[in-house]
């Protein structure tokens, strides 16, 4: 059992800055990747950004360059700095975590967290 709270959306204008933060907490034994993903209405859920527990990113292709992702494993934490925001980045951003079941386990647990909206006018 893993819970997942994000934090830190809102409303700003283009071009305008936000920092979004998750925060892991219950039993975890370890954490392999953890992401953010969004979704806009009427549109499919999409990766924005993951990293791994060794510090390796993947960006989609429409973010490179304007958002970075980042982490504290000591906190359990995930970190999104997104710069230079566009209205096209609307969206509820949902933060995952894959973490392993157990000690010895090969298993990972997908977890999400509830979604914080964001949204950019123009």
């Known amino acids: 059992q893993v819970q997942l709270v994000e934090s830190g959306g809102g409303l700003v204008q283009a071009g305008g800055s936000l920092r979004l933060s998750c925060a892991a907490s219950?039993?975890?034994?370890?954490?392999?990747?953890m992401g953010w993903y969004r979704q806009a209405p009427g549109k499919q859920r999409e990766l924005v950004a993951s990293?791994?527990?060794?510090?390796?990113?993947n960006y989609a292709d429409s973010v490179k360059g304007r958002f970075t992702v980042s982490r504290d494993n000591a906190r359990n934490t995930v970190y999104l700095q997104m710069n230079s925001l566009k209205p096209e980045d609307t969206a509820v951003y949902y933060c995952?975590?894959?973490?392993?079941?157990?000690?010895?386990?090969?298993?990972?647990?997908?977890?999400w967290g509830q979604g914080t909206q964001v949204t950019v006018s123009s």
């Open positions: 995952n975590a894959k973490t392993l079941e157990a000690w010895g386990s090969r298993r990972y647990l997908d977890s």
């Open positions: 219950g039993t975890i034994f370890s954490i392999n990747t």
């Open positions: 990293i791994t527990s060794g510090g390796s990113t």
